[in-house]
């Protein structure tokens, strides 16, 4: 006689609960991609194309820099208010608006007809990119507690990945085109791709319970009162500083300095190239908590390629950038990665990552306008240059103090 064994109804809706866990996870990772991926041409692609922008408006050092400035300064406001949407609305929903936002603004920002315009479309960009930015880490704590590090090395390597097209497209396409116009607003494309994709994500979301342990986790505040998280805001903003006034002001700096037309506009393919091979390379290297080490090694070659680009303008300066750019994208993903080891659930990671975008990109938005004032009021970017290696010094010091409070996606209950 043959017994037909069937599954019981709980053990049926434990498979079918894991298998939809598995769906949102795959696709939450290839949403991750999609949107990292847009969340930087928008700002990357106003460089190549800066001198043809200024010349449309006739915009001085001082003003062209605030297209540089306000997306960053909106980058840090903004954060303040993301861990108050995610409570209030849930993750996606802030997510998918921003990303809309992102793609409008990118859009309208290329038919701006007047300076007005052009400054508050790139607020829009600077607030899509600041909410998205926000929440994507808690999502990473959250979504994938056991390998937040590892995914933050994808957020990151995606986040260089379209920093370098646009550095290498942008130039070109406004060649082709004859506008910086079409150049800027091309990207907007890349931004609707990622909103969808989002927007998928979301309505998966709602069939799976996987956002349970993020919604019942601890309320946290910003941490204002933690020496730890200032410290992490602080290398985090010397990094960033350097990163965008470099992406404003390095192709005049080097045409400044003696290079030619051509070879000052590809620098910025060798220094978003560098982040694509940085990121993804250090991420990977560094898998101890403790990472100081590498915090360090990376300060100490963008204080050197800043040193070498000072002194020795006409030594190599492609293969100077690359020396910088690698630096800044070591210390920028093991940046990205800090609050995730000093915290301990997705919201507190929500709280950590906050602050550091709001203290981080409000001290760095003043990187590209410091520029281009020491620009105008000393006649050189000499004085700049100065002021860049003092930075670099700076996140040196501070790469020194970062000893975690936590290991990635597990809370070292002895160290506090």
Not at 121 to 126: C, K, L, S
Not at 251 to 256: N, V
Not at 368 to 375: C, E, F, K, T, Y
Request: with cysteine.
């Amino acid at each position: 006689m043959e017994t037909t064994f069937c599954a019981s109804p709980d053990v049926a809706n434990e498979r079918e609960t894991k298998s939809l866990r598995k769906q949102h996870t795959t696709l939450g990772l290839i949403s991750l991609v999609l949107v990292s991926l847009a969340l930087r041409p928008s700002l990357v692609s106003v460089g190549p194309v800066l001198p043809m922008i200024s010349r449309t408006f006739q915009l001085s050092h001082t003003v062209a820099s605030l297209l540089t400035t306000i997306p960053d300064l909106l980058m840090g406001a903004m954060a303040l208010v993301s861990p108050w949407l995610s409570r209030k609305f849930g993750r996606d929903r802030p997510i998918v608006f921003a990303m809309a936002v992102l793609s409008v603004s990118t859009v309208a920002r290329a038919f701006s007809p007047n300076v007005l315009t052009l400054l508050l479309t790139t607020a829009g960009v600077g607030a899509g990119i600041a909410v998205t930015g926000a929440l994507l880490s808690g999502f990473i704590k959250g979504t994938f507690p056991q390998k937040a590090a590892m995914v933050m090395g994808v957020y990151t390597t995606s986040l260089a990945i379209g920093s370098t097209l646009s550095a290498f497209l942008t130039a070109p396409l406004a060649a082709y085109s004859g506008s910086w116009r079409f150049a800027v607003g091309i990207y907007s494309l890349i931004c609707f791709v990622g909103t969808v994709s989002w927007y998928i994500l979301s309505r998966q979301s709602r069939n799976t319970d996987t956002m349970t342990t993020e919604l019942v986790a601890p309320r946290a505040a910003l941490p204002w009162k933690e020496l730890q998280a200032w410290k992490i805001a602080v290398f985090f903003a010397c990094n960033n500083l350097l990163f965008y006034a470099l992406l404003a002001w390095l192709p005049g700096m080097l045409m400044e300095s003696g290079a030619p037309k051509a070879s000052a506009d590809s620098v910025l393919g060798y220094l978003t190239s560098a982040l694509i091979i940085g990121t993804p390379l250090v991420s990977s290297l560094s898998r101890k908590s403790d990472r100081r080490a590498w915090l360090a090694g990376c300060s100490i070659l963008t204080l050197e390629g800043l040193l070498s680009l000072t002194f020795l303008p006409e030594f190599f300066p492609s293969a100077i950038v690359f020396m910088i750019a690698f630096g800044l994208a070591g210390t920028f993903t093991l940046g990205m990665t800090l609050p995730l080891d000093n915290t301990s659930h997705a919201e507190e990671t929500n709280a950590w990552t906050a602050f550091t975008l709001l203290i981080g990109y409000v001290v760095a938005s003043a990187g590209p306008l410091a520029v281009g004032i020491l620009r105008d009021f000393c006649g050189s970017f000499t004085t700049s240059y100065y002021f860049l290696i003092t930075v670099a010094g700076t996140m040196l010091a501070f790469s020194l103090m970062l000893k975690p409070r936590m290991e990635s996606g597990n809370f070292r209950k002895n160290v506090r």
